[in-house]
């Protein structure tokens, strides 16, 4: 049974930097595609950053320029680098992996969201 663990969280100053990874258990990691979505407190879940199976990627505008969504098939691990971070980024992070779209065009995701991992952002 495939599942995924989100590690990487943690405090850190505006303007650092972290680095989260996805990793999955199973062997279908590299046929689909793969989100990292956030959590603020007191707002909905959003999308941050996607990476389709190629390695294409896609940005929420809050974090372009300075996250990085990556992938390593080999490793069944996904990462997200998170630079030059702002305290507006504090939230829990994440990841998933898109089966598809459901008939609104909205993706549909494999797993139920789990406990993701805490990302603060403070001085």
């Known amino acids: 049974q495939v599942q995924l663990v989100e590690s990487g969280g943690g405090l850190v100053q505006p303007g650092g930097s972290l680095r989260l990874s996805c990793a999955a258990s199973g062997s279908v990691f590299s046929i689909y595609d793969m989100v990292w979505h956030r959590q603020a407190p007191g707002k909905q879940r959003e999308l941050v950053a996607a990476i389709t199976r190629r390695g294409s990627t896609n940005y929420a505008a809050s974090v372009e320029g300075r996250f990085t969504i990556s992938r390593d098939n080999a490793k069944n691990t996904m990462y997200l680098q998170m630079n030059s971070l702002k305290p507006e980024d504090t939230g829990v992070y994440y990841c998933?992996?898109?089966?598809?779209?459901?008939?609104?065009?909205?993706?549909?995701?494999?797993?139920?969201w789990g406990q993701g991992t805490q990302v603060t952002v403070s001085s």
């Open positions: 998933n992996v898109v089966l598809g779209k459901d008939i609104a065009g909205k993706d549909v995701y494999l797993f139920d």
